[in-house]
C-alpha cells in the first residue's frame, strides 16, 4: 500500500523568503502526486497536481513542484513567500491505473512572520 | 455550482449514540471518500466509493458504514459513537480515478462527550 510521509511538521518563515517542503511517497508503480492547502478554519483545496509529463509542476498562487521518480520525491517549493501564505500543507499519492484512494501525508503547518 | 455540501457543520453527541452525516455534490462525479482529520495525523480515509452502489474500506474505517445509492451522495453513519471519532470529517468527490484530485467539502466538525 502506497504511503507519504512529510518531514517538516511545523515551518516558521519571514516574508519573502523561499520555501521548500519535503514530501516523499512510497509505491513501486506509477503514481498522482498531489499537494493540497487548507489555510485557518477552512477545506482543503488543490494547489498542483502530477500525473505524468513534465516533472516539475506548476500551481497556482505562484507554487511549483518537482517529481523526482528515482528520489520518491515530490517537493513544494515557492521562491518568496507572502504572509497569506500562513496554512497547512498536505502532500498526497495515488497509486496510478491501480488504484482509486488518495493517501495524505500527515501535513506540515508553515507559519509565515510579516 | 455548489460542489460538495456537508451537513451539519457541527454536531455533539453523547457516546453511544449513532448519527449520519451527509455528502452531496453537484458535479456529477463518480469518486467519493469520507476522511477524517485530526491533529498531527492528517487525513485518513475512512471509506471510499467509485460509483453508485460501490464501496471500499479505507485506513481507518471501524466504527463507520457507508452507503452510496445515488452518484450524487454519500452519507457516513456513525453506529456507536466513541469518544475517539472527535474528529473533522471532510467528504471529497473526484470527476475520474485519483489522477484528477479531490473536491473537498467544508468538513464536519464532531465532538463525542
Known amino acids: 500500500a502506497q504511503s507519504v510521509s512529510q518531514h517538516n511538521h511545523h515551518v516558521i518563515l519571514s516574508e519573502a523568503a523561499s520555501l521548500e517542503l519535503g514530501c516523499n511517497y512510497s509505491y513501486g508503480g506509477t503514481v498522482n502526486l498531489f499537494w493540497y492547502v487548507q489555510y485557518p478554519g477552512q477545506h482543503l483545496q488543490l494547489l498542483l497536481k502530477?500525473?505524468?509529463?513534465?516533472?516539475l509542476v506548476k500551481g497556482i498562487k505562484g507554487f511549483e513542484a518537482e517529481f523526482i521518480k528515482s528520489k520518491f520525491s515530490f517537493n513544494l517549493r515557492k521562491p518568496s513567500v507572502q504572509w497569506s501564505d500562513t496554512a497547512e500543507y498536505f502532500c498526497a499519492v495515488n497509486a496510478a491505473w491501480r488504484d482509486d484512494k488518495i493517501i495524505f501525508g500527515k501535513g506540515t503547518r508553515l507559519h509565515i512572520l510579516p | 455550482n455548489a460542489g460538495v455540501t456537508q451537513t451539519p457543520k457541527f454536531q455533539v453527541l453523547k457516546t453511544g449514540q449513532s448519527m449520519t452525516l451527509q455528502c452531496a455534490q453537484d458535479?456529477?462525479?463518480?469518486?467519493m471518500s469520507w476522511y477524517r482529520q485530526d491533529p498531527g495525523m492528517g487525513l485518513r480515509l475512512i471509506h471510499y466509493?467509485?460509483?453508485?452502489?460501490?464501496?471500499d474500506q479505507g485506513e481507518v474505517p471501524n466504527g463507520y458504514n457507508v452507503s452510496r445509492s445515488t452518484t450524487e451522495d454519500f452519507p457516513l453513519r456513525l453506529l456507536s459513537a466513541a469518544p475517539s471519532q472527535t474528529s473533522v470529517y471532510f467528504c471529497a468527490s473526484s470527476r475520474d480515478r485519483g489522477s484528477y484530485g479531490y473536491t473537498f467539502g467544508s468538513g464536519t466538525r464532531l465532538t463525542v462527550v
Open positions: 502530477y500525473f505524468s509529463g513534465d516533472p
Open positions: 466509493s467509485v460509483g453508485a452502489g460501490i464501496t
Open positions: 458535479m456529477n462525479h463518480e469518486y
